[in-house]
């Protein structure tokens, strides 16, 4: 029997699924009041005042999603927000790396300060954010591209500055012009270095989205959360952060693929030579 | 030795010195190459052989005008040459070739900055003549090392240059891939009678290939410390011209040259 479903290759998506069910099925039953004897709590329905029972929380899923519907404008929101604090941020960190990784000088006089601002705790810019871009959109992309920028920023800089120099002499000697140089070899040797950072950043500019919903908003699904936190509803608060992870999943498999269609140019195993 | 009395060398470095500064401390120096002159005919072949570490690739840099001498002077054609070296191609000791390129991409990559019309069509054709034409569409990291150093050959002479410049293209390959290499540049290199650089640490590579020889000393402040003409008659096999007389005559000339050079490189190299 254990030979039949002992980990393997072949079986990975069932353990994996396994071990989620496995996870709902204890939460369920450390939970739902009546099922075992309360062993911590004084009473039976404390674990799930502070807990929240899966049950109740895929109902709210369901709900959110199918019942009512009305989810919708909130995850449009939400989403809108990271794609364009994603977008902004990595345009605006491949370019800036890509200036100051060519312009020694000019990387010189803004080394300390590209420093400070990235030492900087960025979250709490977001209440400034809010008075100067309202508590619309724009405040969240602005606190997103924050957090996205110096990710891309450091990443495009380090490659380019590790561009290969056997690379860039030949190009150079086959008579490619500045410009050329900067489009033929800066930017695709750079590229690779962006795409290694995109994972942590589509990431972050979800936190940049969500955070800037939760400290001030009228939409969004930090805000969806941050109403039923006020009404100590965990169950929707639950159900909101596990709307958010399966989104976030779904935006890092999205960069994944545009990463392999891109780089695939890349040795994949064996050689794993960056240049 | 091709006659090139009147015409002016399509390559000649004179008095050229070559002094690095360390970056970290800039009161060490060290110079590679002292007082080097040395002239490559148009159409000829000339091979610069020598000790490891001697300072054989700073020459080339200098001759493709990636490098600047620290004095001296490197004249094409009779000019003085400023900025990089247009007229000459480079095919470099390490991996060169655009790795997000395929091999058809690579080999097309100088045409496309020069803005040619009909890019594709000529690297198609190069391709095919270093025996690859149905590999265009792989990438570096899926070729053969010897695939890779045919692509980057078909790269640099795609553009026709008038000066060849060769960095130890083969020292990389097996023995057979590299005579087969060197009997496909002879070739190439019979049919368009380019000037040609080569550098070389392997002695037999440099005669059976060369009009002539040059040997470096060992560095630091390398310089030339024998030239020999190679006689041998063309068009030669690298493979069997290695067992003919007059090839083990000229081996055991500029051997007995450059034995004492290897041997003092090799124990500033074991002192180091």
């Known amino acids: 029997m254990w030979k039949f479903i002992q980990p393997r290759p072949g079986n990975l998506r069932a353990w994996q699924l396994g071990l989620l069910l496995a996870v709902f099925g204890l939460w369920h039953l450390l939970t739902t009041p009546g099922l075992i004897p309360p062993f911590m709590f004084e009473n039976e329905q404390q674990a799930a005042f502070f807990f929240g029972e899966p049950l109740k929380i895929f109902g709210r899923i369901w709900n959110w999603f199918f019942a009512n519907a009305d989810i919708y404008e909130h995850l449009w929101v939400t989403l809108l927000e990271t794609v364009l604090a994603f977008g902004i941020g990595t345009t605006l960190g491949l370019g800036a790396g890509l200036w100051l990784g060519l312009s020694p000088l000019a990387a010189a006089i803004c080394d300390p300060y590209i420093k400070a601002l990235n030492s900087m705790p960025r979250v709490i810019l977001a209440p400034i954010f809010a008075v100067w871009f309202g508590l619309g959109i724009a405040s969240k992309v602005a606190l997103g591209v924050t957090l996205v920028f110096f990710i891309v920023f450091f990443n495009v800089y380090q490659g380019v500055k590790e561009v290969s120099p056997v690379v860039l002499a030949n190009a150079r000697m086959l008579g490619a012009s500045p410009r050329q140089l900067l489009r033929h070899v800066y930017l695709p040797s750079a590229t690779s270095w962006v795409f290694s950072s995109l994972h942590t950043s589509v990431g972050l500019a979800f936190v940049g989205a969500v955070v800037g919903e939760y400290l001030g908003s009228s939409r969004g699904v930090g805000y969806l959360i941050l109403q039923a936190e006020g009404a100590f509803d965990i169950n929707t608060v639950m159900a909101g952060i596990l709307v958010l992870t399966a989104f976030a999943l779904v935006l890092d498999a999205a960069v994944g693929r545009l990463e392999r269609r891109l780089m695939k140019w890349q040795p994949r195993q064996s050689q794993t030579e960056k240049l | ?272």
């Open chain 2, 1 to 272: 030795m091709p006659s090139t009395a009147e015409r002016p060398p399509a390559l000649a470095l004179d008095g050229v010195s070559c002094t690095f500064v360390s970056r970290d401390d800039p009161g060490q120096r060290y110079t590679a190459v002292r007082d080097v002159s040395l002239a490559v005919g148009a159409g000829e072949f000339v091979s610069v052989v020598g000790p490891t570490g001697c300072g054989k690739s700073t020459l080339l840099n200098v001759a493709a005008g990636l490098l600047e001498p620290s004095s001296g002077t490197v004249q094409v054609f009779g000019q003085a040459l400023s900025g990089l070296n247009a007229r000459a191609g480079y095919m470099f000791q390490a991996e060169s070739l655009m790795p997000w390129r395929t091999a058809l991409q690579n080999v097309m990559a100088g045409l496309e900055f020069r803005g040619a019309a009909d890019a594709r069509a000529q690297a198609e054709d190069w391709l095919k003549r270093v025996g690859l034409g149905g590999f265009g569409d792989r990438y570096p990291h899926q070729l053969s090392g010897g695939m890779r150093k045919r692509v980057s050959l078909a790269q640099t002479l795609v553009l026709d240059p008038d000066i060849i410049l060769m960095d130890e293209p083969f020292s990389a390959l097996d023995i057979q891939t590299r005579q087969l290499m060197e009997n496909e540049v002879l070739a190439l290199w019979a049919s368009k009678k380019k000037a040609v650089l080569f550098i070389t640490h392997d002695l037999d590579e440099a005669i059976a290939m060369s009009d002539r020889v040059v040997c470096l000393s060992a560095g630091p402040a390398a310089r030339p410390i024998g030239e020999f003409h190679i006689d041998l008659a063309r068009p030669r096999d690298v493979a069997e011209v290695r067992n003919t007389p007059r090839f083990i005559e000229l081996h055991q000339a500029i051997w007995g040259v450059l034995r004492e050079e290897v041997l003092k490189g090799y124990q500033q190299q074991l002192a180091a």
